[in-house]
């Protein structure tokens, strides 16, 4: 495409448009992807531990005795990396028009999903001995604490999701 000067009716010539200023989109999108990865993380440090709860609880449920330790240190990164890869991969195919037509998806769609939301909900009503006070108060609401896996669950992801979109423009 050519961009050319011509004469308005007026007889006024106009200059070529310049590029849009981008420093103000890239410095938005930046602090979207920032906070998003954040919340990414802190969700997925929930997820990690809400399972190992779960699991214990089944555990016992079913009659075993002992109990999965939830991961630390390298271990644990490594963990929210794996788990945090897996529920946003199948949660994002959503987004997809190929898959959107099969019931097949949705049932296993919803399914993830809900054991995301209710693995970081375990995770946030599970807080360590040497949690911060504020989670520990947290996690003696439920419905705050289920508000707040819903929000670690979904915004995350939206954050990333709109730093990519916002960088592309």
């Known amino acids: 495409m050519t961009v050319r000067e011509a004469p308005l009716s007026s007889g006024k010539t106009t200059a070529p448009a310049q590029g849009k200023p981008r420093g103000g989109l890239l410095a938005l999108s930046i602090v979207l ?13 929930y997820t990690v531990e809400g399972w190992v709860v779960a699991l214990n609880m089944f555990g016992r449920w ?30 994002l195919l959503a987004l997809r028009n190929t898959v959107q037509r099969m019931p097949s998806f949705w049932i296993a769609w919803l399914l ?5 939301v209710g693995s970081t ?20 609401l439920p419905y705050l604490a289920f508000l707040w896996a819903l929000v670690l669950t979904l915004v995350p992801e939206y954050l990333i999701l709109s730093s990519i979109r916002l960088a592309k423009r």
């Open 33 to 45: 992807f920032v906070f998003g990865g954040i919340g990414w993380l802190a969700g997925g440090k």
């Open 62 to 91: 079913i009659g075993i005795v002992g109990q999965l330790d939830v991961p630390r240190g390298w271990w644990l990164v490594f963990a929210v990396l794996a788990s945090g890869l897996v529920y946003s991969r199948v949660e």
């Open 112 to 116: 993830i999903l809900l054991s995301d």
């Open 121 to 140: 909900f375990f995770g946030i009503v599970s807080p360590a001995p040497d949690a911060a006070p504020i989670l520990r108060q947290l996690a003696t």
